[in-house]
């Protein structure tokens, strides 16, 4: 017999809290049944309206704290109540620092069963707003009126906004700009109920060194009215802007971008740096949204990865060359990999932007790339690694620890999948010598770590 649930619907309860999941909500426990509830932190004590039970764990609604961490803020977002884009703006920017270095610490002793590794503390911002370079928003008809804004949490219902104060201020007005032509002009937002209507997202993007703007208007139908209106009035108010791009996406998916772009004015690309690189950003080019952060995180890469210029190194899951180029500049030879083949001619055209001639890239699954390139004599010094969420494929791990590098430098968005993979790593005869976590997206749940591992006969 499975043991009774503790509380019913609508109970109000007295209780502590004790962690944060991933979305920002406080977690408490009733005899062993656990509670989320959005609003609370760890160390506060309140009351809880019981909303909503299941088999394992139920949702709670805060009404009343009678004791407050003393990290708690007051949220300066007048809709972060309702966004789901920032889980933590009640947490104090101190207080985001120590949990997400918490976080890491946890993972890598809970799921990587390493109790003795020190995890330094966080690298934050000084100023952890507006530092965003890219928004995505999109756009919609409601109540009436045109709607410009994120989701509201865990919905596909808009709220309404007139500027994120997460985002460069520089492309929170031009989407603003965006915003009253198309509801002068009347042009029809989407409605993705009914797969009609015309304007689905408007995405901006700028060069945080070089101040360029990139506007990407990304519509259901080819046809883009007052396309003259558009580029005359948004070039004139703004001129830093360098490039007007439409994308047209006639599908009913959630996937933003569709498969066909075309510049409407201007260049194809936009301009930016990170450190001494410069990188040409596309429309589709990923590129880090923090870029101020990205070059904290990458410098640790760099340092851990212990270069001298004699080395060989190959970097998986290279994107368009960001870590590849910055490692270039002081290794012997760099091999990038990446499964995107945009990515890769991207990741060739800024190797050529930088003058850098000593970094091949080449498109494919790095679990069969790498092994090949073995097969061809090749024998890194140095192996860089920066997975997506999922972290490394088991193939690849199987690989590194057949290559047997020097040095394994370890990039994760994800503490869960990056001590799962260190778990494989370290008893293959590898060390953790530092482990350092980097605040890439302030406000929000997400958190960087940079790892570098020691071949232990060396």
Same mark, same amino acid.
């Given at each position: 017999m499975p043991e009774p649930i503790p509380v019913e619907k609508n109970d109000q309860i007295d209780v502590t809290f004790s962690d944060l999941?991933?979305?920002?909500?406080?977690?408490?426990?009733?005899?062993?049944?656990?509670?989320?509830?959005?609003?609370?932190?760890? #160390?506060?004590?309140?009351?809880i309206q019981v909303l909503k039970t299941k088999?394992?764990? #139920?949702?709670?609604?805060?009404?009343?704290?009678?004791?407050?961490?003393?990290?708690?803020?007051?949220?300066?977002?007048?809709?972060?109540?309702?966004?789901?884009g920032?889980?933590?703006?009640?947490?104090? /920017?101190?207080?985001?620092?120590?949990?997400?270095?918490?976080v890491v610490?946890?993972?890598?002793?809970?799921?990587?069963g390493f109790s003795n590794v020190e995890i330094n503390t966080t690298l934050g911002m000084d100023e952890p707003w507006n530092y965003r370079?890219?928004?995505?928003?999109?756009? /919609?008809?409601?109540?009436?009126?045109?709607?410009?804004?994120?989701?509201?949490?865990?919905?596909?219902?808009?709220?309404?906004m007139d500027h994120c104060i997460i985002t460069d201020p520089v492309i929170d007005d031009i989407v603003q700009t965006v915003r009253r032509i198309a509801e002068e002009k009347g042009i029809a937002p989407y409605d993705e109920s009914k797969n009609?209507?015309?304007?689905?997202?408007?995405?901006?993007?700028?060069?945080?060194?070089?101040?360029?703007?990139?506007?990407?208007?990304?519509?259901?139908?080819?046809?883009?009215?007052?396309?003259?209106?558009?580029?005359?009035?948004?070039?004139?108010?703004?001129?830093?802007?360098?490039?007007?791009?439409?994308?047209?996406?006639?599908?009913?998916?959630? /996937?933003?971008?569709?498969?066909?772009t075309k510049t409407l004015w201007g260049r194809d690309v936009i301009y930016d740096q990170i450190g001494d690189v410069a990188f040409a950003i596309s429309a589709r080019s990923f590129f880090q949204v923090n870029p101020v952060q990205t070059e904290v995180l990458y410098g640790k890469a760099l340092d851990y990865a212990g270069l001298t210029g004699e080395e060989t190194v190959i970097d998986a899951y290279c994107g368009i060359g960001t870590i590849s180029l910055f490692l270039a500049k002081r290794a012997k030879k760099v091999y990038g990999v990446e499964i995107v083949p945009e990515a890769i001619e991207d990741a060739r055209k800024n190797a050529e932007l930088n003058h850098i001639t000593n970094a091949y890239f080449e498109a494919g699954k790095a679990e069969d790339v790498i092994p090949n390139w073995r097969n061809q004599g090749i024998e890194p010094d140095v192996i860089v690694v920066d997975p997506p969420r999922k972290g490394c494929e088991a193939s690849l791990i199987k690989t590194m620890i057949t290559m047997r590098p020097k040095r394994i430098v370890y990039v994760s968005c994800n503490p869960a999948t990056l001590?799962?993979?260190?778990?494989?790593?370290?008893?293959?005869?590898?060390e953790i010598k530092k482990v350092q976590p980097v605040?890439?997206?302030?406000?929000?749940?997400?958190?960087?770590?940079?790892? #570098?591992?020691?071949?232990m006969d060396m």
């Open positions: 999941t991933q979305d920002g909500s406080g977690v408490t426990k009733v005899d062993g049944y656990t509670l989320f509830v959005p609003g609370a932190l760890p #160390g506060e004590k309140g009351t088999k394992g764990y #139920g949702y709670g609604r805060l009404i009343q704290l009678t004791q407050q961490s003393e990290e708690r803020a007051n949220p300066p977002c007048p809709i972060y109540d309702q966004c789901g920032c889980a933590i703006q009640h947490l104090s /920017a101190q207080g985001q620092l120590d949990h997400k270095q918490e610490k946890d993972a890598l002793e809970r799921i990587g370079n890219k928004i995505q928003v999109p756009v /919609a008809w409601q109540d009436g009126r045109f709607a410009f804004g994120f989701y509201k949490k865990h919905s596909h219902e808009i709220v309404n009609r209507g015309i304007l689905r997202h408007v995405m901006a993007r700028v060069g945080k060194k070089t101040g360029e703007v990139m506007v990407v208007l990304i519509t259901r139908t080819e046809d883009l009215p007052f396309r003259k209106n558009f580029i005359k009035e948004l070039t004139e108010k703004h001129p830093e802007i360098k490039s007007i791009v439409q994308n047209i996406n006639p599908k009913r998916t959630n /996937a933003i971008l569709g498969e066909k001590a799962r993979d260190l778990k494989l790593l370290v008893p293959s005869g590898y605040d890439m997206f302030p406000q929000t749940m997400h958190i960087e770590t940079v790892v #570098g591992l020691q071949r």
